[in-house]
């Protein structure tokens, strides 16, 4: 058991210098032409439409229509 | 769905601002950043006309064609929007923009710019939807909550015209046919005319001079 630990304890020294080795790049590679930043969602890929495109088109649909006062007014 | 659009009629705008205080007031839009904005032109002269300004989320969007660090997407409505944590604030988007909607808030001393910030079509951006980093970065996502931009359902002449580009532009051309005048749409042709692929938009030749009077062949 003891052996064991104190295997552990060097590997963890011997390691320890290694680690910084695989470090990723830092700087950011463009590529040209390309979205680079986060993905988003979709607007009724959310609580309020849990995914219901229908239901979302719908929505936008009766507000458009109600910027037009001709037809509010018959 | 067709693509999202803003419209603007210059026969109904009265200038009352109404648009740019519904935006300031839905997003928590910092001093000194006007996302939307009210142009008179002749503005004291009688017939003056007013139009609302702001992003109009354009087909081709010259904004996207210049970024550096390439942070604009579209997404699938037709909303141009732009990843604030990549943008780098270098002002390219504003000198390419033809409407002047890329505002850049003050960062620190001496003037330096802040992230770019626009008019998002209410849309938000790259953060989870109606989230308090969404909000914070981006405003509102009103979008996601099935309404249109705040500034077009407010606007209390219904001049401002924003969502799905068929319906509104069957609202203007019914509202034109009614009135009988009016039909000119500024910015629509800039933003969402025919691509060009870079080059300048072809313009009709210009009419031959017209010989002066009383001048001799």
């Known amino acids: 058991m003891k052996r064991g630990f104190t295997l552990l304890l060097l590997a963890g020294v011997f390691a320890l210098p290694l680690s910084g080795c695989g470090e990723g790049a830092q700087v950011i590679v463009y590529k040209q032409g390309k979205y680079q930043g986060k993905p988003d969602t979709k607007p009724w890929d959310n609580d309020q439409f849990k995914g219901n495109q229908v239901a979302w088109e719908t929505a936008i649909k009766t507000r458009n229509q109600s910027q037009n006062e001709y037809t509010r007014a018959e | ?217």
């Open chain 2, 1 to 217: 769905m067709a693509r999202m659009k803003f419209l603007c009629d210059a026969e109904r705008c009265i200038e009352c601002n109404g648009c740019a205080t519904a935006c300031k007031q839905e997003h928590d839009v910092p001093w000194g950043v006007n996302r939307r904005r009210v142009v008179t032109l002749n503005d004291g002269v009688p017939g003056e006309k007013s139009i609302s300004v702001a992003c109009m989320h354009c087909s081709d969007a010259p904004c996207m064609a210049v970024c550096p660090v390439d942070c604009f997407y579209r997404t699938d409505e037709g909303v141009v929007l732009h990843d604030k944590d990549l943008c780098i604030g270098c002002g390219y988007c504003f000198y390419a923009c033809p409407f002047g909607a890329p505002q850049f808030p003050q960062a620190g001393a001496f003037g330096l710019r802040g992230k770019m910030d626009k008019c998002t079509f209410c849309a938000g951006g790259p953060e989870k939807d109606n989230s308090p980093e969404e909000f914070a970065k981006y405003g509102r996502n009103r979008l996601a909550e099935g309404k249109l931009p705040a500034c077009a359902e407010m606007c209390s002449t219904k001049a401002l015209l924003g969502g799905d580009g068929d319906v509104i532009s069957n609202i203007y051309r019914d509202r034109v046919t009614k009135r009988g005048k009016g039909s000119e749409v500024w910015g629509w042709g800039t933003a969402y005319g025919p691509p060009t692929g870079g080059k300048a938009p072809a313009q009709a030749p210009a009419p031959a001079a017209a010989p002066a009077a009383g001048a001799k062949s």
